[in-house]
């Protein structure tokens, strides 16, 4: 019987391109390589390189062999990583929920290096409204939230502040809105507002509906688009719209109360429904070591 060494071997060779460079990055000496070929090649009675140069080159039937040997090895690797998550007691899922307006790219890449660091853990990632997510995390349906924080205590969750994020309010270049110097409520309450509101009809506590004439929507980027069509005018996390605002799409109101924006803060919900564990702890850890600022995730000062 071949064993997993023996297929270790072949595919090495196949991808350094001779026996000596495989040699060298198995750290083995080059006659236990060829041994290594020749004996997998008389178990399972199959030429799998031509020897007649000094490169050895694969045979027809070595061809066909090599990727069901790589498929093998990576099985083989597979259930290792298995065992020794099991042996550790790593989680097998990891939820995390993110309201849909903070989920970006910069955000993906800090928790990229989690997928290396526990390969066997299914990750699950969820973009949703802040009231969604905190159900989720009290639920135990997520560890984790990230969300906009408001200031009531969470007595059934974890909670660390991870930065703020602004707001602005904004309008269609052509809306009336735009027009004026300087924008108070009572001008506001004037025009048809775009609202942002979850499944369950929960609003924003800082950017709830104040005009009689309201559309909603459950989605920050959908009010975006609303905007930009001219249906009303709406409250917006900056980093959606600054672009459309630099390229004249989309007006920021000179608001009265709010001139240049408000802030909010942005927090890390951990869930205590399910036990902590070594993937949730390094999730934790890994988040806590960057801020939410001027509308980026940077590492924070130490």
Same mark, same amino acid.
């Given at each position: ?16 391109? +001779? ?39 694969? /045979? ?21 990583? @298995? ?58 349906? *997520? ?10 205590? @969470? ?9 703020? *994020? ?5 309008? !269609? ?28 009809? @929960?609003?924003?506590?800082? =950017? ?10 459950? /989605? ?31 007006? +920021? ?10 802030? /909010? ?5 951990? !869930?205590? !429904?399910? =036990? +902590?564990?070594?993937?949730?702890? =390094? ?20």
């Amino acid at each position: 019987m071949y064993s997993f060494e023996q297929l270790n071997v072949f595919v090495t060779v196949c991808e350094q391109g +001779s026996f000596s460079a495989a040699a060298r990055k198995l750290k083995r000496a080059q006659s236990g390589v060829s041994q290594a070929i020749a004996n997998l090649e008389i178990t399972i009675n199959q030429e799998l390189f031509n020897r007649e140069k000094n490169i050895p080159v694969l /045979t027809e039937n070595g061809k066909a062999l090599l990727p069901i040997a790589k498929s093998i090895l990576h099985q083989q690797k597979y259930f290792d990583q @298995k065992v020794e998550s099991l042996t550790k007691e790593y989680e097998h899922e990891l939820v995390i929920a993110v309201d849909e307006s903070l989920m970006n790219s910069e955000l993906l890449q800090i928790l990229t290096p989690l997928a290396d660091q526990f390969p066997i853990t299914n990750f699950d990632i969820i973009t949703t409204s802040t009231f969604d997510v905190e159900e989720l995390v009290q639920k135990g349906k *997520a560890q984790v939230g990230i969300v906009y924080a408001d200031s009531e205590l @969470k007595v059934d969750m974890d909670f660390f502040l991870l930065g703020q *994020a602004r707001f602005l309010t904004i309008a !269609s270049p052509n809306h009336e809105l735009t027009r004026l110097p300087i924008v108070q409520d009572s001008d506001l309450k004037r025009y048809r507002q775009c609202v942002h509101r979850s499944a369950k009809q @929960k609003e924003l506590w800082f =950017s709830y509906g104040i005009s009689a004439m309201i559309w909603y929507a459950n /989605t920050h980027q959908t009010l975006v688009e609303l905007v930009h069509n001219g249906i009303g005018w709406a409250n917006v996390p900056e980093l959606l719209v600054k672009k459309n605002i630099q390229q004249g799409k989309i007006v +920021s109101l000179p608001v009265a109360h709010e001139y240049s924006g408000w802030l /909010t803060p942005i927090g890390c919900l951990v !869930s205590r !429904s399910r =036990s +902590s564990g070594p993937v949730l702890a =390094s999730v934790t850890d890994l988040l806590q070591r960057y801020c939410f600022v001027d509308e980026h995730w940077e590492l924070r000062a130490s």
